[in-house]
């Protein structure tokens, strides 16, 4: 019913930029929270950030002051603007949506299906 496209993963140098995008598509009646998640090799998947509708933002204190999460409505669109990479961001990295739906009441989280993202040191 839903589906969330992830783009702009890649492999970059330590100190680089990366921005990730994630569109959500389907019968989409309204979207609360959206944000990111990702899991490296042999660890729990873990927040990375996250936005309401309204643009209120939270970050992992891993991130903060180097990663910018940003939302499009109109367009079901997050963006994730990541500076200063670091070997240790190296991870998936799995956009989400809280979604409700043309058929369901309530709301339920959607999945994108990852991108991967390689910092070099």
């Known amino acids: 019913q839903v589906q969330l496209v992830e783009s702009g993963g890649g492999l970059v140098q330590a100190g680089g930029s990366l921005r990730l995008s994630c569109a959500a598509s389907g019968i989409i009646v309204s979207i609360r929270a959206m944000g990111w998640y990702r899991q490296a090799p042999g660890k729990q998947r873990e927040l990375v950030a996250t936005i309401t509708t309204g643009g209120t933002t939270d970050y992992a204190d891993s991130v903060k002051g180097r990663f910018t999460i940003s939302r499009d409505n109109a367009k079901n669109t997050v963006y994730l603007q990541m500076n200063s990479l670091k070997p240790e961001d190296t991870a998936v990295y799995y956009c989400?949506?809280?979604?409700?739906?043309?058929?369901?009441?309530?709301?339920?989280?959607?999945w994108g299906q990852g991108t991967q993202v390689t910092v070099s040191s």
């Open positions: 989400y949506a809280n979604v409700r739906t043309l058929t369901a009441y309530l709301y339920t989280d959607y």
